[in-house]
């Protein structure tokens, strides 16, 4: 039986693979009940980055491929689901840059990026493990590549080396001290396992789960990470559901029109930072906390297809911060953001054009000088031109952060600047 079985997988392999089913990739297909989709994903970006001193500095001009991407997704039965992806990154490296001549570092190394098994036990009960989306927010549990504003979330890019303002104070030594950088606590991957399911055909949805806890003192996996989140869509009004029956659950930025969707989430996290002393001798533990709203809508309107998604996250007890080593604080950070974007469902030209607008605000308690909180203000926009849906498309767009409040008092005092402007041209395909 095994034989045959691996007979029939070396057949269908040579036959399937040379072409791309409706999903764009290639499958191996052994029955009914057991097949595998292969697939190639990659984003290319020419990046013009503003300069960020406001003397000796100059702009920097950098083509890259920022994601190259393998991946794998199917199932050995109708209640075992897989996933897999890896990911080769691109090769400009900021450090390299700074440490050594010639600019590019050529480290071609392929990593495992995310993967898991989804047992469907029913539609209303299954369970993920792997590692796999944490979900907490909706951003974490949208794929990147469904993205309206290529440049993702939270674009904190400030500083002399555009590593952002929180890498920036973060670290002992530093007279502005943050000791992690708190957008990192909603990262979009971890080890862990949840429970979730579509109840009422989608109306509602449920996740529940435990993850790895990624202590800064230098203990991780002491603990767990623990996270919640529900959903509702309004399925009577003719909305349709984002079901997480998938291997991987992921969601997207955009249907592109395919469907209507309105949801609505709220989200729970709660992890433990640092054990007391970890961080300084004068500093008690750091137990975070935060919870998230979210809200997402899509419908077309004949040849229009408008877009909107809006959120709050707060993070409770995210960092520790101080101006001075005997003055150790905890705080908290808050986020806003919306965006949108207006879909043309015609074909003009080559494809069908879009435009799509981000803004989100930051806030992370923190002082320097007579300056108090680390806050700054992003607008993100982007011209997309769908070739292909989301498996071909093109975008030029701008990100202009601008920094205020004891952000912008840090980089004054660094002579730096405290807005910027990044250009960008991006490409996707899909296979």
């Not at 997704?73 to 996933?83: A, H, L, N, P, T």
């Not at 996996?221 to 509702?232: D, G, I």
């Not at 955009?254 to 992890?271: A, C, F, M, N, S």
């Not at 080593?325 to 054009?353: N, R």
Request: aromatic share 14%; with cysteine.
């Amino acid at each position: 039986m095994k034989v045959a079985r691996w007979k029939v997988l070396g057949v269908a392999g040579a036959l399937v693979l040379g072409y791309a089913v409706s999903s764009q990739a290639a499958q191996i297909k052994v029955d009914e009940d057991t097949f595998a989709d292969f697939g190639y994903n990659m984003k290319i970006m020419y990046q013009h980055f503003d300069e960020r001193a406001k003397s000796n500095d100059y702009t920097k001009k950098v083509f890259d491929v920022k994601d190259s991407r393998f991946y794998i997704s199917g199932q050995v039965s109708k209640m075992v689901q897989f996933y897999g992806e890896w990911n080769a990154a691109g090769a400009y490296d900021e450090k390299f840059v700074k440490e050594k001549a010639g600019g590019y570092a050529k480290d071609n190394k392929v990593v495992f990026s995310e993967g898991g098994v989804n047992f469907v036990f029913m539609p209303e009960l299954q369970v993920r493990a792997g590692k796999v989306r944490v979900p907490f927010t909706r951003n974490q549990m949208t794929s990147s590549y469904s993205l309206i504003i290529p440049t993702d979330a939270w674009y904190d890019k400030g500083g002399d080396d555009a590593k952002g303002i929180f890498e920036a104070v973060k670290g002992k030594g530093n007279k502005y001290n943050i000791s992690n950088k708190p957008l990192d606590l909603i990262g979009k991957v971890d080890g862990g396992l949840y429970v979730h399911g579509d109840i009422a055909n989608g109306m509602f949805r449920y996740n529940v789960g435990v993850f790895n806890e990624n202590q800064r003192g230098g203990k991780p996996f002491k603990n767990y990470q623990w996270v919640a989140r529900v959903e509702f869509t309004p399925t009577m009004l003719g909305f349709a559901p984002e079901s997480t029956s998938s291997p991987a659950g992921k969601v997207s930025d955009t249907y592109l029109g395919k469907k209507d969707v309105l949801t609505i989430g709220l989200g729970y996290y709660k992890e433990k930072l640092y054990d007391k002393g970890n961080y300084s001798s004068s500093a008690s533990s750091l137990e975070a906390d935060g919870w998230t709203a979210d809200l997402f809508f899509e419908k077309k309107f004949g040849c229009w297809v408008p877009n909107l998604q809006v959120g709050y996250i707060k993070l409770n007890d995210s960092h520790f911060h101080n101006e001075t080593t005997s003055d150790i604080k905890k705080g908290d950070t808050t986020i806003w953001y919306a965006q949108g974007q207006l879909l043309y469902d015609a074909v003009v030209g080559f494809g069908k054009p879009a435009l799509a607008i981000r803004y989100e605000n930051v806030e992370a308690d923190g002082v320097s000088g007579d300056k108090k909180d680390f806050t700054f203000d992003r607008w993100g926009v982007a011209l997309n031109y769908y070739l292909k849906g989301q498996a071909a498309k093109v975008s030029l767009g701008f990100d202009k952060v601008s920094y205020d409040d004891a952000a912008k008092a840090y980089l004054k005092e660094k002579e730096l600047e405290d807005s910027i402007t990044d250009w960008y041209l991006y490409i996707q395909t899909m296979f």
